[in-house]
């Protein structure tokens, strides 16, 4: 597993590989550099053999691979970590268990599930009720159950979007009852349903890839589409509060610059964006990568702390 790795150390193991860059040093040498990763943690690598190059620089999205090299210090760092000095990149085979490279957030999908269900259950306008309960149902509430919420980000695991999902509605319920004016219903479904795009946007696969169709609208607009879609079979929805609903799903990221179409309006909408970004942002402490205390965050481009 990766997280048992040690300094000096030979490796050869399945992993999953992101290729991040393939260049040429000042020697005027090829070389290949990314990331390998299995469900215990990740590892940046980086080739300079010829052979694994090209098959490496014919990866279009993350791939499992079955991977061998020795363990180092990466110079670059600056805190000492380490780095897969790669001299072997092949296909996995058959015989190659990959299981292992599914991330997992070790977290307890079945009390998440029940969660949901209570959250989902929690609505009493009989319009919001009704398109969440329709939104999430059949196959979609099955795959809502396993997506991850984030390729590498935030929740990038099996279950994550499950997980990101209850815990940003009760962040929000709260702060909903702390401010007070507030549509209950309307943060909860709003909470509910503001990831709902990432089922098409990015795929439960290995590597969770992101799919044409998410490059081409993502998730906010895939969302709000298939949100939209429902409610016009939905005569128990009136269309002011549809239109709410609508601005919350629209407006989750907080402001145009951080990719929403729209910037929050409504008490509303500022609270499920909040919830959202701190639940995304305290993700970050979910699975430690290191030993130390401090740890490099490229998410939030700081060193964060864990005691």
């Given at each position: ?239 002011e509060t549809l239109e709410q609903l609508l601005h919350i799903i629209l407006s989750h990221h907080g402001d145009m ?51």
């Amino acid at each position: 597993m990766i997280s048992d790795l040690k300094l000096g150390e030979k490796m050869e193991q399945p992993c999953l590989v992101r290729l991040q860059k393939i260049g040429t040093s000042s020697n005027g040498k090829a070389y290949a550099k990314g990331l390998l990763e299995d469900n215990s943690g990740c590892i940046p690598f980086i080739c300079f053999e010829a052979g694994p190059i090209g098959r490496l620089q014919k990866l279009e999205e993350p791939r499992p691979m079955k991977v061998g090299g020795s363990v180092d210090i990466n110079k670059y760092s600056t805190n000492m970590t380490l780095q897969i000095i790669m001299q072997k990149a092949e296909a996995v085979g058959p015989e190659d268990d990959i299981s292992s490279l599914l991330p997992s957030g070790g977290i307890d999908l079945e009390a998440y599930k029940k969660k949901l269900d209570e959250l989902m259950a929690g609505i009493k306008n009989p319009g919001l009720k009704k398109l969440v309960a329709t939104v999430l149902s059949g196959e979609t509430y099955q795959q809502f159950l396993i997506n991850p919420a984030g390729m590498r980000l935030h929740h990038a695991y099996v279950g994550g979007l499950l997980h990101h999902t209850v815990c940003v509605a009760e962040l929000a319920l709260a702060m909903g009852k702390t401010v007070g004016g507030v549509d209950a219903d309307l943060v909860t479904a709003g909470a509910l349903l503001h990831d709902v795009g990432k089922l098409k946007e990015i795929s439960p696969e290995l590597g969770f890839p992101y799919t044409t169709e998410g490059r081409f609208l993502g998730h906010i607009a895939i969302g709000a589409m298939k949100i939209k879609e429902v409610a016009g079979h939905i005569d128990e929805l009136k269309p002011e509060t549809l239109e709410q609903l609508l601005h919350i799903i629209l407006s989750h990221h907080g402001d145009m610059e951080k990719g929403s179409p729209v910037n929050c309006k409504t008490k509303e909408s500022f609270i499920v964006h909040y919830a959202d970004e701190l639940d995304a942002n305290l993700n970050q402490f979910h699975k430690w990568e290191s030993k130390s205390s401090w740890e490099y965050n490229k998410m939030l481009q700081r060193y964060l702390f864990k005691s």
